[in-house]
């Protein structure tokens, strides 16, 4: 893959917009789950709303670490040819695992807490 001024600006974003859409999809699953009084019901013999947090967070988790292992030094080319600069490789790493972190914490008190009060 070829880097390029977008590539630049978009790769170290990548972790913090995953971050965002999980933050979007607990509230989604919230929201909906409240709105249409589902909060108690069950998906496939576990809580309906626990049950989709835990899969947003999962699949937000195992798209950070693709990334992370995407930013291994080398894999990418400009287009003269020469090697992406380390600091856009490291930085979006570091921004991943900042992102899995921010996931971990905002998933915890979805789960502990009732959906609805």
Not at 108 to 115: E, I, K, Q, R, S
């Amino acid at each position: 893959m070829s880097a390029s001024a977008t590539r630049a600006v978009i790769w170290p974003a990548a972790g913090l917009a995953v971050w965002g859409a999980h933050f979007g999809a607990i509230y989604a699953v919230h929201a909906h789950a409240c709105e249409r009084d589902m909060a108690g019901r069950e998906l496939l013999g576990l809580p309906w709303v626990p049950a989709l947090v835990v899969g947003a967070t999962l699949l937000a988790l195992v798209v950070l670490a693709v990334l992370i292992l995407l930013a291994r030094p080398g894999g990418a080319v400009t287009d003269g040819g020469e090697a992406e600069p380390r600091f856009t490789l490291w930085f979006g790493a570091a921004a991943c695992v900042v992102a899995g972190f921010a996931i971990l914490f905002q998933a915890t008190p979805a789960l502990v807490l009732p959906a609805c009060y």
